[in-house]
C-alpha cells in the first residue's frame, strides 16, 4: 500500500471516529442525556483525531481528506 494510500486510510478512519462522535451527541441531545462530561469526552476524543490529522499530514501533497474532518479543523 502507498503512503498516500495509507494516509486516507487512516484519515477515513478519523472521520468515522468523529462522525460517530457527533451522532452519539445528536442522540442524547434528542433524549436529553447529555451531559458536561459527555461533551468533554467527545471533544477530547475529537481533538486527539485532529491530532493524528494534523500529524498525517505534514510535508503530505496529494492525499484527499474526508470532509468531515476539513470542517471539523475549520470549527477548532
Known sequence: MS??????????KSAHIVEGILLDL???SELNE???DTWSNAINVINGELSVVC???QNVTGVHVP???I???MMA
Request: hydrophobic share 40%.
Open 34 to 36: 447529555v451531559t458536561a
Open 71 to 73: 470542517a471539523t479543523q
Open 55 to 57: 500529524r498525517l499530514l
Open 26 to 28: 445528536k442522540c442524547q
Open 3 to 12: 503512503r498516500t494510500k495509507s494516509i486516507e486510510t487512516a484519515l477515513t
Open 67 to 69: 470532509p468531515l474532518l
